[in-house]
């Protein structure tokens, strides 16, 4: 039976817990809180150390908040991230995707950061070591141990990624990890993994919208591939999903039968540890996926630009000691499931957009269900559920009702 | 010579912008096709490839479209052949042609507001391996290189 207004809003038979309100999706100033008690507080993936391998190699990148970051690998190896802004007049400092130091600017000198606006330098440890004409315009007011760039808090980990948090009290990456990788550990961490694969898009989409899709896996439905490979193999739906403190959860191996997907084949590659066919995935809270299938592993990145805008970042990673017809035959496997051509993502992809048409602000979307109980396996909504309970721990809010404190 | 390798090239445009796929791969060799999508990624310092299949598989991922949740919303390819070079001693012709993608609306968004507007996709490149025989031109290998690295939601057909 079809329903009025009164009845389409009315709120769900549900606990609190089961159901949230649309407007965690929409609401600017939801947003805006998100970015300050969620994104400026917590450890976020930003890259790969084999996309700096070497001294002086850089990354540019960003977190949410329009934090520009530069990602530098110094002379000691040690790879550490600046806020990518000049302290002098504001300029971006480092302006190429990726690089090394080594590479000579048009004003400024090898193995330093310059600025090409006034060519302030600055080196791989962030200190500024070149200010033109410094003491005839600061003579003793100013000098340049008072304007070294601003560090961020680094670690590397969890299969070689570069992970950052804004916030200089933090603990370290491990408590806010919690062992939600330990699973994974012997295939991530036994040897140096190499990426292969790199794609960004902006999505009109919210950024939570992204994330639940790697947080349920009730939309198997929507995937030909995996109602081909996945749902039709035996004990499929008995796979476990695994909750963790802080908001990670993990769906515990699988087995796929790639083959059955016509034009497919058997994955011959797979990671230390895992094995064959094998298929294990990790969501770390807010913003991060960790899938490997078999021979490849994917990691999703995603940057909130605005309530529907998203920066999607994807790469493609196998092992640094494959030879070129192994990587050859991770990155077809790969991009069978994940590339930008790949039969899942622009599935994926084209669902999270319309949810975003069809959930716009005054639309009359009102509440979604997070409800399916299934003893945990692989159907049940507990992803989206630990995932909300966390949302609400550092927002003060219910999903539910999300316009109120919990304090009021 | 030239103008057969050209007609193939424009062929395969109308054949795949009025999502004739059949006509598509019928100007394709069977053996030892190769189709790739391929791209320059300044972020990782590297070629990547993005797809990878010879004929067989590319004929799978068209025939198994309909079972699949896709963007319907037509891509329509503008291809301008800049360059025809024939090799000498095998004969094989490599062609470099530029290429311009499309995409109108139709339901991949909100159809209500945006159904029917056109904008810019993706830009790039075919670099061809063509063989041309009594029965005409066939493709041997294409590399679609692309420039443009953001293309939004993807797509799962063949550029």
Redesign the interface.
């Known amino acids: 039976m079809s329903r009025t207004l009164e009845q389409w809003t009315r709120r769900p038979t549900l606990p609190d817990t089961h159901y949230l309100d649309t407007r965690v999706y929409t609401e600017p100033s939801i947003f805006e809180e998100e970015i300050e008690r969620i994104f400026h507080r917590l450890w976020l993936p930003v890259c790969h150390e084999s996309?700096l391998p070497k001294p002086y190699d850089f990354?540019t990148s960003g977190v949410a908040g329009n934090k520009p970051l530069v990602i530098v690998r110094g002379a000691d190896d040690k790879i550490r991230t600046f806020l990518n802004v000049c302290p002098h007049r504001g300029n971006t400092i480092v302006r190429?995707?990726?690089?090394s130091l080594l590479k000579a600017e048009p004003s400024g000198n090898p193995r330093n950061m310059t600025c090409m606006f006034h060519g302030w330098q600055f080196d791989a440890t962030g200190k500024c070591v070149e200010i033109p004409r410094e003491k005839a315009g600061y003579q003793e007011r100013l000098c340049k141990s008072d304007v070294g760039l601003r560090e961020i808090r680094t670690e590397v980990a969890h299969g070689g990624f570069i992970w950052v948090n804004l916030d200089d009290h933090c603990g370290p990456l491990s408590d806010f990890i919690a062992g939600a990788f330990d699973f994974m550990t012997t295939e991530l961490d036994s040897e140096p993994l190499d990426?292969?694969?790199?794609?960004?898009?902006?999505?009109?989409t919210n950024y939570k919208l992204w994330h639940e899709t790697s947080r349920e896996f009730y939309h198997d439905y929507?995937?030909?591939h995996n109602r081909a490979t996945g749902m039709t193999q035996k004990g499929y739906f008995d796979r476990k999903y695994s909750v963790f403190p802080n908001g990670h959860a993990a769906t515990g191996l699988t087995t796929i039968t790639y083959d059955a997907?016509?034009?497919n084949k058997d994955r011959g590659l797979t990671f230390p540890g895992m094995p064959k066919n094998g298929w294990k995935q990790l969501n770390i809270f807010p913003s991060c996926t960790y899938s490997l299938r078999a021979s490849c592993l994917r990691v999703s990145v995603m940057t909130p630009i605005s309530e529907s805008e998203t920066l999607i970042e994807i790469r493609g990673l196998g092992l640094k000691r494959d030879t070129p017809a192994e990587r050859?035959e991770r990155?077809?496997d790969h991009?069978t499931i994940w590339?930008?051509?790949?039969?899942n993502?622009?599935?994926d992809?084209?669902?999270v957009?319309?949810q975003t048409?069809a959930m716009r602000r005054g639309s009359g979307s009102k509440y979604l269900l997070m409800a399916r109980e299934e003893n945990e396996t692989i159907h049940d909504e507990v992803g989206l559920r630990s995932y909300f309970a966390e949302w609400s721990r550092r927002m003060n809010r219910r999903a539910a009702d999300p316009m109120r404190s919990m304090d009021e | 010579m030239k103008e057969s390798v050209t007609e193939l090239i424009y062929d395969g445009c109308m054949a795949m912008n009025a999502q004739d796929w059949q006509a598509f791969l019928a100007l394709c060799e069977p053996e030892g096709f190769r189709y790739r999508?391929t791209n320059y990624?300044?972020?990782?310092?590297?070629t990547?490839?993005?797809?990878?299949?010879d004929f067989?598989?590319l004929?799978?991922?068209i025939?198994?479209l309909p079972?699949?949740?896709?963007?319907h919303s037509p891509l329509t390819r503008h291809a301008t052949v800049y360059k025809v070079r024939q090799d000498a001693q095998t004969g094989e012709v490599r062609a470099h042609t530029q290429l311009a993608i499309y995409r109108t609306e139709l339901d991949?968004?909100?159809s209500h507001f945006d159904s029917g507007k056109t904008a810019l996709w993706a830009i790039g490149r075919y670099e061809d391996r063509i063989r041309v025989g009594d029965g005409g031109a066939r493709l041997l290998e294409r590399n679609v290189v692309l420039d443009t690295?953001?293309?939004?939601?993807?797509?799962?057909?063949p550029l």
């Open positions: 996309e990354r190429s995707p990726a690089g990426i292969f694969h790199y794609q960004k898009s902006v999505i009109r929507l995937h030909y997907y016509e034009g050859e990155i077809a991009d590339g930008p051509f790949g039969r993502l622009h599935e992809l084209l669902a957009k319309n048409v | 999508i990624s300044p972020e990782i310092l590297r990547q490839c993005w797809m990878d299949r067989k598989g004929k799978s991922i025939e198994l079972r699949h949740n896709t963007d991949g968004s909100n690295r953001q293309i939004d939601i993807g797509s799962h057909l």
